[in-house]
C-alpha cells in the first residue's frame, strides 16, 4: 500500500483552501486542483510499504506525538514549482519551530524504525493545482494570490493510505496520533 504521514486540516481550513484555490482557477487555462478532501500537509512520505510495516510506522508516530505539544499552523504564502509550460501550485505553511521539530522528531523515529530519511528538504506547502497552465506569467501568482484565513491548531499526525478508486485519488486515514 502507497503511504505517507500528514497533517489533516480542519473543515473550516479546507474551506478556506478552496475559496483560495476557486480564485487561483479563474486564472487557469486548465489545471487538476486537489479535491476538498484530500487537502493535508505531507509529513514523510513513506511509499510503498507492508502490513507489518504498520505497527512500527504506529510505533514512530506515537512516540513523536507524545514529545510534542498541539501547536499553530500558519498559512504564509503561494506560489509555484516550474515544470516547464505548467506547474504546480501551492500553499507555502510557515515553517515555525514547532513544526520542524514536529518533523525531525518523526523523521528520527522513522529512520529508527528502518525507514529512509527524506531525499528532499522539509519545504512545508499544500499542494493546490498540478498540472496547471496560467493565463499569465507563473510568476505573479506570488504577488496575486495571498492567503487570507487564519491557520489551525495542529492537534494529530495521521498515516494515509493513497489509492485510485474509480480512476479518483482517494487518501484513507489508517493511524492517528494526538499531539500533546
Request: glycine share 6%; hydrophobic share 40%; proline share 1%.
Amino acid at each position: 500500500m502507497r503511504t505517507f504521514i500528514a497533517i489533516e486540516f480542519d473543515n473550516e481550513t479546507k474551506k478556506n483552501i478552496t475559496q483560495l484555490q476557486n480564485k487561483i482557477k479563474n486564472d487557469c487555462k486548465k489545471g487538476n486542483f486537489t479535491v476538498k478532501d484530500n487537502l493535508h500537509l505531507t509529513m514523510h512520505f513513506l511509499g510503498e510499504i507492508e502490513q507489518e510495516d504498520l505497527d512500527g510506522i504506529a510505533d514512530a508516530m506515537s512516540l513523536t506525538a507524545s514529545l510534542n505539544r498541539k501547536f499553530e499552523l500558519n498559512f504564509e504564502k503561494t506560489g509555484y514549482f516550474d515544470r516547464g509550460e505548467k506547474c504546480i501550485i501551492w500553499l507555502g505553511i510557515q515553517k515555525s519551530k514547532e513544526l520542524v521539530r514536529l518533523y525531525e522528531i518523526l523523521e528520527k523515529n522513522l529512520v529508527k524504525q528502518g525507514f529512509r530519511r527524506e531525499k528532499t528538504a522539509f519545504t512545508p506547502h499544500v499542494t493546490l493545482a498540478r498540472e496547471a497552465v496560467l493565463f499569465y506569467n507563473k510568476s505573479l501568482i506570488l504577488s496575486k494570490f495571498k492567503p487570507e484565513f487564519d491557520g489551525m491548531i495542529v492537534k494529530e499526525i495521521s498515516l494515509m493510505e493513497s489509492k485510485r478508486v474509480n480512476g479518483r485519488l482517494i487518501y484513507k486515514k489508517l493511524y492517528g496520533a494526538k499531539l500533546l
